[in-house]
T-cell receptor, first 113, second 118 residues
Framework: DQQVKQNSPSLSVQEGRISILNCDYT??????FLWYKKYPAEGPTFLIS?????DKNEDGRFTVFLNKSAKHLSLHIVPSQPGDSAVYFC????????????FGGGTRLMVKP | NAGVMQNPRHLVRRRGQEARLRCSPM?????VYWYRQLPEEGLKFMVY????????ESGMPKERFSAEFPKEGPSILRIQQVVRGDSAAYFC????????????????FGAGSRLTVL
């Protein structure tokens, strides 16, 4: 039972345009959501997070939106840069306990120059 | 600060052999987590340890897998009698605070150890 799903395995975007990565979850107990970015041969690095009391969190070019009623969150990157090309993982937890991080399968973003 | 260090980066084992993966957390971090990424899948939680204690091993297979984080030295993930299905990337992460109590925490991941079982 996949509690966190990223239905798009890959996404290709032109440099300068917006990248939108989507994530759906099924467990209504999740109350903390994170996005991690992963380059080949490296570990995931934390990008941005949002708690369930908010519906938006912004950090520079990265914005995460949370729609609790739809159990959906998205990561917006604008403007996209070639260096953003990586695999992006959505993760969710109950009470931000690291041992309970449930990851999606990842979306590979390719930003074309 | 070297970050979370994992070794070996690549390990090849034949079926039935043992695999040992090591993880040194970031300086000042006393909490270690192991995650496994099977091909084409996301990361799955295996175990959460503090120094000399296993806090949560709910994601660890009941047989052949064990983990420790001794008072001195790195955390070790040990897989006995490996099978082909154990082939995966094993990621270690560390954190500074007790995530079961703190409301704010982010895990720092190592680069992973890729295990291939022939």
């Amino acid at each position: 039972d996949q509690q966190v799903k990223q239905n798009s395995p890959s996404l290709s975007v032109q440099e300068g345009r917006i990248s939108i990565l989507n994530c759906d979850y099924t467990n209504s107990m999740f109350d903390y959501f994170l996005w991690y970015k992963k380059y080949p041969a490296e570990g995931p690095t934390f990008l941005i997070s949002i708690s369930s009391i908010k519906d938006k969190n912004e950090d520079g070019r990265f914005t995460v939106f949370l729609n609790k009623s739809a159990k959906h969150l998205s990561l917006h990157i604008v403007p996209s840069q070639p260096g953003d090309s990586a695999v992006y993982f959505c993760a969710a937890s109950v009470g931000n306990a690291g041992n309970m991080l449930t990851f999606g399968g990842g979306t590979r973003l390719m930003v074309k120059p | 600060n070297a970050g979370v260090m994992q070794n070996p980066r690549h390990l090849v084992r034949r079926r039935g052999q043992e695999a040992r993966l090591r993880c040194s957390p970031m300086k000042g971090h006393s909490h270690v987590y192991w995650y496994r990424q099977l091909p084409e899948e996301g990361l799955k939680f295996m175990v959460y340890l503090q120094k000399e204690n296993i806090i949560d091993e709910s994601g660890m297979p009941k047989e052949r897998f064990s983990a420790e984080f001794p008072k001195e030295g790195p955390s070790i993930l040990r897989i006995q009698q490996v099978v082909r299905g154990d082939s995966a990337a094993y990621f270690c992460a560390s954190s500074q605070v007790d995530v079961l109590i703190s409301g704010a925490n982010v895990l720092t991941f190592g680069a992973g150890s890729r295990l291939t079982v022939l």
